[in-house]
């Protein structure tokens, strides 16, 4: 067989699980015989105890050059600190799409799961632009944030989902909203959305759900939904939703896409309740580097892959505990790397 070409991607372990599973994946990279060429930097937490910087110009430079990074969860300190660094990354490479796919690979509670969100991934609440009042002697009385979408985000984002569906043969996309109540910020997003879905018309079906009658139909019904098309804070919610649907959090991947830079990552975060137990699942991740092989054009190795994590699976029953099981990272990655051999 013939050497395909080197990638120069950057690789980031990330923090709490994140070097375990970062760990796990590049050995079942290697086994497949990918030809990513990795460029380690530190991000997040890892990064700030480092350096003093979550997002240190080494790290940027790298990504910037390569256009391409498999990333670990970042932590974020809740309520204070610095400003998380997954949301700044997205910001200052401009990964406007991301895009999360759910698929049952385990059958559980839910069979023949197979939907696609799209998650507008820089605007509305995300924009954080929030602040207090002070009442009386209170300096924190009143907690104000604002959200953003512009016409022009909506619109490149609705495209990116009606681009998808056109390309992978997906039937019909559901624009989520809240325009019943949140009636100028959501009420564009589905406004410029059905826009763009008229080009599409003949081609990709679409409806619009509210997001909480949409949160409800996906545990009744989840089979009726083929694509969701969200803004930024209801496809971070709906898409842990839908990580539920499949089996959890351990089997959800996604990949933040620009113009000239793709980030592919699991959905999941740090899990710092099992971090350092050697007994994190590195199935998102591993499924977030298929979706990144598909982006770079071997979608055979992809596939290769995703058979390979099935068979594990369902055929040798190698599972993490989340999962029922009783393997770890080290004997799952082990199982999944001899159906590669
Ligand atoms: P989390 O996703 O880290 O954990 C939620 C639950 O799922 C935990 O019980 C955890 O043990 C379990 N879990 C998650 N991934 C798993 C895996 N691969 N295998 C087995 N079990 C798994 O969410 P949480 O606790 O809300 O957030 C923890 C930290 O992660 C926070 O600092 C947050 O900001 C950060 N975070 C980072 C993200 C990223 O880098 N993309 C995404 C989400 C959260």
Request: hydrophobic share 45%.
């Given at each position: 067989m013939t050497a395909l070409n080197p990638i120069p991607t950057t690789l980031i372990p990330g923090d709490g699980i994140g070097p375990e599973v970062?760990?796990?994946?590049?050995?079942?990279?290697?086994?497949?015989?990918?030809?990513?060429?990795?460029?380690?930097?530190?991000?997040?937490?890892?990064?700030?105890?480092?350096?003093?910087?979550?997002?240190?110009?080494p790290l940027l430079e790298s990504i910037r050059k390569n256009g391409l990074a498999l990333k670990g969860p970042l932590s974020t300190p809740i309520g204070e600190g610095f400003r998380s660094a997954n949301v700044r990354l997205r910001e200052t490479f401009g990964l406007y799409a991301n895009v999360r796919p759910a698929l049952t690979i385990v059958p559980g509670r839910f069979d023949?799961?197979?939907?696609?969100?799209?998650?507008?991934?820089?605007?509305?609440?995300?924009?954080?632009?929030?602040?207090?009042?002070?009442?009386?002697?209170?300096?924190?009385?009143?907690?104000?944030?604002?959200?953003?979408?512009?016409?022009?985000?909506?619109?490149?984002?609705?495209?990116?989902?009606?681009?998808?569906?056109?390309?992978?043969?997906?039937?019909?996309?559901?624009?989520?909203?809240?325009?019943?109540?949140?009636?100028?910020?959501?009420?564009?997003?589905?406004?410029?959305?059905?826009?763009?879905?008229?080009?599409?018309?003949?081609?990709?079906?679409?409806?619009?759900?509210?997001?909480?009658?949409?949160?409800?139909?996906?545990?009744?019904?989840?089979?009726?939904?083929?694509?969701?098309?969200?803004?930024?804070?209801?496809?971070?919610?709906?898409?842990?939703?839908?990580?539920?649907?499949?089996?959890?959090?351990?089997?959800a991947p996604g990949a933040n896409i620009g113009k000239d830079v793709a980030i592919f990552e699991a959905v999941h975060g740090t899990a710092p309740d099992i971090a350092g137990k050697g007994i994190a699942n590195p199935i998102s991740l591993l499924l977030a580097s298929g979706l990144m092989l598909d982006h770079v054009g071997h979608p055979e190795l992809a596939t290769r892959l995703r058979?390979?994590?099935?068979?594990?699976?369902?055929?040798?029953?190698?599972?993490?505990?989340?999962?029922?099981?009783?393997?770890?990272?080290?004997?799952?990655t082990e199982a999944l790397v001899k159906r590669l051999n």
């Amino acid at each position: 067989m013939t050497a395909l070409n080197p990638i120069p991607t950057t690789l980031i372990p990330g923090d709490g699980i994140g070097p375990e599973v970062v760990k796990a994946t590049v050995a079942v990279l290697e086994a497949l015989g990918a030809p990513f060429k990795w460029e380690t930097q530190l991000a997040g937490m890892a990064a700030f105890n480092a350096c003093g910087d979550p997002m240190p110009q080494p790290l940027l430079e790298s990504i910037r050059k390569n256009g391409l990074a498999l990333k670990g969860p970042l932590s974020t300190p809740i309520g204070e600190g610095f400003r998380s660094a997954n949301v700044r990354l997205r910001e200052t490479f401009g990964l406007y799409a991301n895009v999360r796919p759910a698929l049952t690979i385990v059958p559980g509670r839910f069979d023949k799961i197979d939907i696609v969100l799209i998650r507008e991934n820089l605007e509305g609440f995300y924009v954080a632009h929030e602040h207090y009042l002070p009442v009386g002697d209170d300096p924190r009385a009143v907690a104000l944030s604002s959200g953003a979408n512009t016409r022009v985000g909506i619109n490149r984002i609705a495209r990116y989902a009606f681009e998808y569906a056109v390309k992978h043969g997906r039937k019909k996309i559901t624009i989520v909203h809240k325009a019943n109540v949140l009636k100028v910020l959501t009420g564009l997003f589905l406004e410029e959305a059905r826009n763009v879905a008229r080009e599409y018309e003949g081609r990709v079906a679409v409806d619009d759900r509210i997001v909480d009658a949409c949160a409800m139909q996906l545990v009744l019904n989840p089979w009726q939904f083929d694509m969701l098309l969200c803004s930024n804070l209801f496809g971070d919610i709906l898409s842990d939703e839908l990580a539920g649907l499949v089996g959890g959090l351990g089997l959800a991947p996604g990949a933040n896409i620009g113009k000239d830079v793709a980030i592919f990552e699991a959905v999941h975060g740090t899990a710092p309740d099992i971090a350092g137990k050697g007994i994190a699942n590195p199935i998102s991740l591993l499924l977030a580097s298929g979706l990144m092989l598909d982006h770079v054009g071997h979608p055979e190795l992809a596939t290769r892959l995703r058979t390979a994590i099935d068979l594990t699976l369902n055929q040798d029953n190698v599972k993490t505990t989340d999962l029922g099981g009783k393997a770890t990272t080290t004997t799952f990655t082990e199982a999944l790397v001899k159906r590669l051999n």
